[in-house]
């Protein structure tokens, strides 16, 4: 194996950066200092070190799209990477599975044919958002068990269609959910072991099916 130090330090040898392209300590100081060498873009798409600074780096480089939008650092840096390359071939199933996918690139590209069920799952929904798009094809069951779920979404939607089992566990829930949709099927023994479960609830709803081992 050739050490890092050894290629850093030696310029004026003759590497072959096609098989250097596989070497596991490469990083941007490397690629920097040989930036006008012949890199294998589709190795370093998989390299286990890829970096958004590394396709800045190389924004007209052969990259892998297809590897590139299932890594995790397309999950962080969703907004950087498609703006880089918005013609490319993306996989929208794809790139909309990823929870933390920015969906101001929604927003922008609404005519893209974004995946809206997967998108259900994305951490980082809002009511407007929701509003904004609400004639997508939307999954209620993923979107009843999302962590971001506010009360206000609810009434965007047939309230048969929610899951209130799902909404039984939500972090945000609060006595005001109940007394609004008294009527709907909520899960009283998840209820009951919900943190943000208060006396006031039981007092409020004394005839609902708490579950005395969860309080």
């Known amino acids: 194996k050739v050490r890092y130090d050894w290629i850093l330090q030696n310029p004026q040898l003759p590497?072959?950066?096609?098989?250097?392209?596989?070497?596991?300590?490469?990083?941007?100081?490397?690629?920097?200092?040989?930036?006008?060498?012949?890199?294998?873009?589709?190795?370093?798409?998989?390299?286990?070190?890829?970096?958004?600074?590394?396709?800045?780096?190389?924004?007209?480089?052969?990259?892998?799209?297809?590897?590139?939008?299932?890594?995790?650092?397309?999950?962080?840096?969703?907004?950087?990477?498609?703006?880089?390359?918005?013609g490319a071939n993306w996989n929208y199933p794809i790139i909309s599975r990823h929870q933390n996918l920015d969906l101001e690139l929604v927003r922008q590209y609404p005519e893209k044919p974004w995946d809206f069920v997967r998108l259900s799952r994305n951490k980082k929904l809002k009511f407007s958002f929701i509003q904004k798009f609400k004639d997508k094809k939307w999954s209620l069951a993923y979107l009843s068990k999302n962590p971001n779920l506010e009360i206000t979404w609810i009434s965007l939607f047939p309230i048969d269609?929610?899951?209130?089992?799902?909404?039984?566990?939500?972090?945000?829930?609060?006595?005001?959910?109940?007394l609004a949709y008294p009527d709907q099927p909520w899960d009283f023994t998840k209820l009951s072991s919900n943190k943000n479960l208060k006396l006031e609830w039981l007092e409020q709803l004394p005839d609902k099916p708490w579950s005395a081992a969860e309080l």
């Open 161 to 178: 269609k929610w899951n209130f089992t799902e909404i039984s566990n939500n972090s945000k829930l609060n006595l005001s959910w109940l």
């Open 15 to 86: 590497w072959d950066f096609q098989v250097l392209s596989h070497h596991k300590s490469i990083d941007i100081t490397l690629l920097k200092k040989y930036q006008d060498k012949t890199w294998d873009f589709k190795i370093l798409s998989f390299h286990r070190n890829l970096e958004l600074s590394w396709i800045k780096l190389f924004p007209e480089a052969p990259w892998k799209i297809e590897v590139i939008e299932q890594s995790d650092m397309f999950n962080i840096y969703s907004y950087q990477l498609f703006n880089l390359f918005p």
